[in-house]
């Protein structure tokens, strides 16, 4: 069964940076719109940015200019960079995807196990 893995959070700074990363367990030979959410303690979970199969993106306002979305098709990833972080950033940090075709089958709607993200001094 194919799973999505996730790294790259921490503790940070205001005003620093990280790089999330989200790989596929298993090679995949597609995969379709990839997603990164976040929920912050006591908030609903909410999308942060979407990147199509094609390359297409699109962000939260409350992110853009800030954060970068990214895929790697070649080794199965999705990557979050997020500069110019805020404590408002801080939250669990989810990857998603709607549909993988891996050498274990075709899988849909998954979601990764969260990452923490910390902004404070």
């Known amino acids: 069964q194919v799973q999505l893995v996730e790294s790259g959070g921490g503790l940070v700074q205001p005003g620093g940076s990280l790089r999330l990363s989200c790989a596929a367990s298993?090679?995949?030979?597609?995969?379709?719109?990839m997603d990164w959410y976040r929920q912050a303690p006591g908030a609903q979970r909410e999308l942060v940015a979407r990147?199509?199969?094609?390359?297409?993106?699109n962000y939260a306002d409350s992110v853009k200019g800030r954060f970068t979305i990214s895929r790697d098709s070649t080794k199965s990833t999705v990557y979050l960079q997020m500069n110019s972080l805020r404590p408002e950033d801080t939250a669990v940090y989810y990857c998603h995807a709607d549909r993988i075709l891996s050498v274990v089958g075709y899988a849909n709607d998954l979601w990764g196990q969260g990452t923490q993200v910390t902004v404070s001094s």
């Open positions: 990147i199509t199969a094609g390359g297409s993106t």
């Open positions: 298993v090679s995949a030979f597609s995969i379709g719109v």
